[in-house]
């Protein structure tokens, strides 16, 4: 069964470092979300990307965020200058329309020190 | 904003009782999914409803979604242990895409 897939599983950086967090899509959805989770806290949408643009993003991706589509299967997260806070799980998910059911990576976790 | 509700937060059963879970907003959704998470991994989809009314069985658990479309249970049969785990609901509301998570529900069914 086709699945979305997430490298690395886990990362450690220093604050105020870049970090490219990386996401295969399901092959034939065209939809792509990031989402994060802070430990302990509900999953959070960060941003929704179609036909190469960013669709809708919430109040978190802020300037320090961005996402890409470098070729035809991958869909990136960068975070350019990385803060304590941004520590979290980070999901992927796709959806072959944009109403239609999402469906979820395994997840990034990432860790600021 | 939207707000979505779970309840129970923590639920901790024997093995064999049946339970049901719930979910409410206080806005419409446009569709309404189930997942499952263990820990340090992905939400896992259990299920998506779309219509008011509509009831979906997934072996030994049963999804309502309201006939407002403002809510959703999710009833289990005779738990089992492998049940355990954190049920998360999330909604899209209106024509957007993005997903509004609750803060899950944990399920701990004893042996």
């Known amino acids: 069964e086709p699945e979305v897939t997430q490298t690395p599983s886990h990362q450690v950086t220093q604050m105020g470092q870049e970090v490219i967090l990386r996401c295969v899509p399901i092959?034939?959805?065209?939809?792509f979300y990031w989402y994060r989770q802070i430990l302990g806290q509900k999953v959070e949408f960060l941003v929704s990307?179609?036909?190469?643009?960013?669709?809708?993003k919430s109040e978190i991706f802020d300037d320090q965020f961005s996402v890409e589509r470098p070729d035809g299967s991958n869909f990136t997260l960068k975070i350019r200058s990385t803060k304590l806070e941004d520590s979290a799980m980070y999901f992927c998910?796709?959806?072959?329309?944009?109403?239609?059911?999402?469906?979820f990576g395994p997840g990034t976790r990432l860790l600021v020190l | 904003t939207q707000l979505l509700e779970q309840s129970p937060q923590f639920l901790s059963i024997q093995e064999g009782e049946n339970l049901t879970v719930y979910c409410n907003s206080s806005?419409?959704?446009?569709?309404l999914q189930w997942y499952r998470q263990e820990p340090g991994e992905g939400p896992v989809l259990l299920v998506t409803v779309v219509t008011g009314g509509e009831v979906k069985k997934l072996k030994r658990l049963t999804f309502q979604f309201g006939d407002a479309r403002k809510d959703s249970s999710l009833h289990i049969t005779a738990a089992q242990p492998g049940d355990t785990g954190l049920y998360l609901c999330?909604?899209?509301?209106?024509?957007?895409?993005?997903?509004?998570f609750g803060k899950g529900i944990t399920l701990s069914v004893r042996p």
């Open positions: 998910a796709s959806s072959s329309d944009s109403q239609e059911t999402q469906y």
């Open positions: 990307f179609y036909n190469n643009e960013i669709s809708e």
């Open positions: 092959s034939n959805h065209l939809y």
């Open positions: 999330a909604g899209v509301y209106g024509a957007n895409s993005k997903l509004t």
């Open positions: 806005s419409v959704f446009s569709s």
